[in-house]
């Protein structure tokens, strides 16, 4: 065996933190292998739709102004439609984030007069902008489309009835968050979202429905569209960008919902023949093909972190052996010191930016101060390994990425050694078990 301690010695962490990392991992090989064969599955998902849809070396080339004819452009988005198992997919730099996929999608394929509902609670932040939620310059609620919420009930389960009582005459679209984001519900398996989705349409079959699938894609060999969602939604600097992707979105879904999103894209009459790729397709493609991997790197890394904390006593979510749907990993320290230690573990294990020493500040449309570690390749992007958390009760960090698990594993067992010098995690921990 190849002796890693001097290796992890250089990073500041101890023999003690090493060992209790490796007794970790003896004990999820099994997990890992479950995680390693999804990812088989998906790599070869992936290939065989690059396969089918003729990828070539003309393809990695970008267009410039128009972006007419753009081959690589046009073949991408057949490959997206293909691992989607669409109609139709849009995948473009122009859409700057998820949110601004998100809001494309649902802004092109709402009218006035049209009602959009959530039966899984409240949607993540951006979009209580979107929607008009939060009052917001240019929201859907601008443009006379109402929005009805139906909650979760206490056990996470959906609630059936209030979801058959708030679908109405106005009702046109649905919107499934899989993730549970930064909130404590469960994130929904693509097997529950089938189950919802079959509900919503006996009740109201012309229904739209969509799933914002961000942190989702790849965590499991079935997507939201193989159960019937119309759109699946998200970014490309998450899961299916695999870490290259500098920046974009995608809409995969029904045609008509899809080129719905491309005219309001662009300019209707235009849709999706224009829009230049630039020299960005090469890293789409690539970042594609590895998405797979780097998804289970990530996977490997929240499963890694979720034992690694719940053994010395922390409350984690979802729990060390629950089954994963997306790659977000909480854990709730109690403290803020105990947020700030670990984002700072964290950062101390970036390759770019590791000498920065990230601090709480007061981040615009927070009602707490925040702090955020991310020592990324790609601005902002949390496919690689961040973490950050909002310094409130029950002062807990999310933690996702990681584009290998080395990375990750160095990043958490980085966060435990800054634990152990500040105080926080008595340096017997290990005897705590
Ligand atoms: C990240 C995320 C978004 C928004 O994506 P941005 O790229 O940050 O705009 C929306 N929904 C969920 C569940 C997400 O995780």
């Known amino acids: 065996m190849i002796d890693l301690s001097r290796q992890y010695q250089l990073f500041g962490i101890s023999e003690e933190v090493l060992a209790y990392g490796e007794q970790i991992l003896d004990s999820l090989q099994d997990r890992f292998r479950t995680i390693d064969e999804t990812a088989e599955y998906n790599q070869l998902k992936v290939i065989h739709a690059m396969q089918a849809c003729s990828v070539s070396e003309a393809c990695l080339l970008g267009t410039t102004g128009y972006g007419y004819n753009d081959l690589g452009r046009d073949t991408l988005e057949n490959v997206y439609a293909h691992i989607f198992h669409t109609e139709a997919a849009l995948v473009r730099p122009q859409i700057t984030c998820g949110t601004h996929a998100l809001a494309l999608a649902l802004m092109s394929n709402l009218r006035p007069g049209d009602e959009l509902l959530s039966p899984v609670g409240k949607p993540y932040d951006t979009l209580e902008e979107v929607i008009g939620i939060r009052p917001s310059k240019g929201s859907l609620k601008e443009y006379g489309i109402s929005y009805r919420q139906v909650d979760l009930l206490a056990d996470g389960s959906f609630d059936y009835e209030g979801i058959k009582a708030a679908i109405n005459e106005k009702t046109r679209l649905i919107t499934i968050q899989r993730s549970k984001g930064y909130q404590t519900r469960p994130t929904l398996s693509v097997a529950r979202i089938g189950e919802l989705i079959a509900f919503v349409k006996s009740v109201k079959p012309d229904v739209i429905c969509m799933v914002d699938n961000c942190y989702g894609e790849f965590v499991e060999t079935i997507e939201p569209t193989d159960v019937g969602a119309d759109m699946a939604v998200g970014s490309l600097i998450k899961n299916p960008g695999g870490g290259l992707a500098p920046i974009g979105g995608y809409i995969a879904g029904r045609q008509d919902c899809v080129e719905n999103a491309a005219y309001r894209l662009t300019s209707p009459g235009l849709g999706k023949e224009v829009g230049a790729s630039l020299g960005v397709l090469s890293s789409f493609y690539q970042g594609l093909f590895l998405a797979p991997t780097v998804t289970a790197s990530a996977l490997k890394g929240a499963v890694f972190a979720a034992n690694i904390y719940e053994k010395i006593g922390f409350p984690v979510v979802p729990d060390a052996a629950e089954s994963r749907h997306d790659i ?106």
């Open 328 to 433: 977000i990993q909480a854990v709730t320290f109690g403290s803020p010191e105990g947020v700030i230690a670990f984002c700072q573990g964290i950062q101390a294990a970036a390759s770019v930016d590791s000498f920065v020493t990230p601090e709480p500040w007061d981040m615009p449309g927070y009602d707490s101060q925040v702090i955020m570690a991310a020592g990324a390749f790609v601005s902002g992007s949390s496919i690689e390994l961040s973490a950050d958390g909002p310094i409130a009760p029950p002062y807990a960090v999310y933690f996702q990425g990681g584009l290998t698990f080395p990375h990750a594993k160095l990043g958490i067992l980085k966060t435990l050694q800054n634990l152990i010098d500040k105080g926080i995690v008595s340096s017997d921990f290990h005897k705590l078990k």
